[in-house]
Every structure is written in structure tokens, then in C-alpha cells.
């Protein structure tokens, strides 16, 4: 079992940055992979980004790539979402999800466990 508590969400301008903090309970953490994924009002689910057990070369959407990092350090059981260059079409609640499927998948039912939400909102 793993639970999931995000933070780091707010309020920020166009063109900002914002840090999204996962940190996880649970012995096994180093085995899950990890993703974030969000959801805007009125819209579906969407995937961020993932990052297996290992940490090593993230997976990116197109949407968020180049501005966006994922970085996760196993000691904290902790991941990190680093969001630079924020634009309005970023606001959404985010959600940290773990997996015990292997590599980096981007569809939210392989994921078993999922954190509760962290609101970014990026004004114009």
C-alpha cells in the first residue's frame, strides 16, 4: 500500500515556475513507478509525465516538454515536478499516481495509487 500527498500547487503568472512535491508512504516506494497527471475543468484526465523505479530519462507529453522535469529521489520517498515557462493552458489539479507496472505508462488505469489533487492555476 502507498499513499500519496501532493503540495507545491498555487497560484503563479504566465511564464512562472512552480515545484509540485509528491511524498509517499510506504517501504517499497523505490519499486513504483511514478507519473503526474492532470485535469482541467471540463476536460479529461490527461498524462504529464512518468518516471520508472530507476529515475533514469523521464517520459514527457508533448505539452509539457522542454518546460517541464521529473525528478524523483528515493531516499525521501519523494518525486518532484518541476514546472518552468508556466503557461494558462497548464491550469488543472494535478495528481501524483503510482505504478507497479514496469517502464513509464502513460494511461491512467495502470496506475494503482493516487494522491489527492494540488491545484495550479497560472493567470494572464
Known amino acids: 500500500q502507498v499513499q500519496l500527498v501532493e503540495s507545491g500547487g498555487g497560484l503563479v503568472q504566465v511564464g512562472g515556475s512552480l515545484r509540485l512535491s509528491c511524498a509517499a508512504s510506504g517501504r517499497t516506494f523505490s519499486s513504483y513507478g511514478l507519473g503526474w497527471f492532470r485535469q482541467a475543468p471540463g476536460k479529461e484526465r490527461e498524462f504529464v509525465a512518468a518516471?520508472?523505479?530507476?529515475?533514469?530519462?523521464?517520459y514527457y507529453a508533448d505539452s509539457v516538454k522542454g518546460r517541464f522535469t521529473l525528478s524523483r529521489d528515493n531516499a525521501k520517498n519523494t518525486v518532484y515536478l518541476q514546472m518552468n515557462s508556466l503557461k494558462p493552458e497548464d491550469t488543472a489539479v494535478y495528481y501524483c499516481?503510482?505504478?507497479?507496472?514496469?517502464?513509464?505508462?502513460?494511461?491512467?488505469?495502470?496506475?494503482?495509487?493516487w494522491g489527492q489533487g494540488t491545484q495550479v492555476t497560472v493567470s494572464s
Open positions: 518516471i520508472s523505479w530507476s529515475g533514469v530519462t523521464p
Open positions: 499516481a503510482a505504478t507497479v507496472v514496469r517502464g513509464m505508462p502513460r494511461r491512467g488505469y495502470e496506475y494503482n495509487y
